[in-house]
């Protein structure tokens, strides 16, 4: 259910911002937007006509790393048959705006949503994916880079085809959906971590777990220039938990030493569960 929800949240959101303000953001649908304005062709037969050979190629080349999971690779099959589909379906939508920025920063928030939606169930709605995949396979580039590779052809294409200053917005669009897609798999709740050195290292750990009511990890360290033994107190709090844990450490102990972190994602007793 999520797989089709996340995969036609994304062609809902391709054909209201992104096609018809010819923003190629990378991906088979970047690809369908150029072939769409420079030969007629319609977008969701492009992105058919490349996704499923793609799909095909996957099951030949990656084998296990794509059917290792039998769900994956049907979920993936899902997305990669239905996104296309939805596209189709929605042709005819007027466009959401015609400003290219606010269709670039809201279409990447679509897709982002999408693609998050998508991820979150373990799946994929295949495309430039597994052709990174592929080429990441028999190549020695790392994933990442050829993600980024292909993604940058795509919009170089485009920089080709609309205008560099288009180019500028699938860039937008293209870094607007990564960090959605972030915020959907980790969500807003960044937490602190809090690392603490103190000469009251006892005190100052029942005090966490009583006061502050959180547990505490003990880690062992040693001084750089005493090369003495220093226990380092590791402790994870909400955001609104920084400031009482930081008065209770200092009452305790006014010289202290507290290096505070932002985490993304905790996971385990107290925290989201996994």
């Not at 690809?31 to 969701?44: D, K, Q």
């Not at 099959?77 to 705006?97: I, K, N, Q, S």
């Not at 937008?172 to 000469?199: C, M, N, P, W």
Request: charge should be negative; proline fraction near 3%; glycine fraction near 12%.
């Amino acid at each position: 259910m999520f797989v089709l929800l996340g995969s036609a949240l994304v062609a809902v959101s391709f054909n209201l911002f992104l096609l018809p303000n010819q923003i190629a953001s990378g991906g088979v649908s970047g690809i369908s937007t150029i072939t769409y304005n420079v030969f007629g062709i319609e977008p969701a037969y492009a992105q058919w006509a490349l996704n499923i050979p793609l799909f095909i190629a996957g099951i030949l080349l990656l084998g296990g790393s794509l059917l290792g999971s039998v769900m994956y690779g049907m979920k993936t099959l899902a997305g990669t048959l239905f996104l296309p589909y939805v596209v189709y379906l929605t042709r005819e939508l007027e466009p959401a705006t015609t400003d290219p920025l606010l269709a670039a920063i809201f279409g990447g928030i679509g897709v982002g949503l999408g693609l998050g939606t998508v991820f979150r169930t373990h799946a994929s709605t295949g495309g430039t994916d597994l052709a990174a995949q592929i080429f990441n396979k028999y190549t020695s580039i790392s994933l990442g880079v050829s993600v980024f590779v292909m993604d940058g052809l795509i919009v170089a294409t485009s920089a080709a085809v609309f205008g560099f200053e288009f180019a500028l917005y699938a860039l937008i669009a293209l870094f607007t959906t990564g960090k959605t897609i972030d915020i959907v798999q980790i969500g807003f709740g960044y937490s602190k971590q809090v690392l603490i050195i103190s000469e009251k290292e006892e005190a100052v750990k029942n005090a966490l777990l009583t006061k502050v009511d959180r547990g505490v990890t003990k880690l062992n360290a040693f001084g750089g220039y005493t090369d003495d033994e220093r226990p380092v107190l590791m402790c994870v709090v909400g955001r609104n938990e920084v400031t009482k844990l930081k008065r209770v450490v200092q009452e305790i102990d006014s010289g202290a030493f507290m290096i505070v972190n932002d985490t993304s994602e905790v996971l385990g007793e107290g925290f989201k569960k996994v």
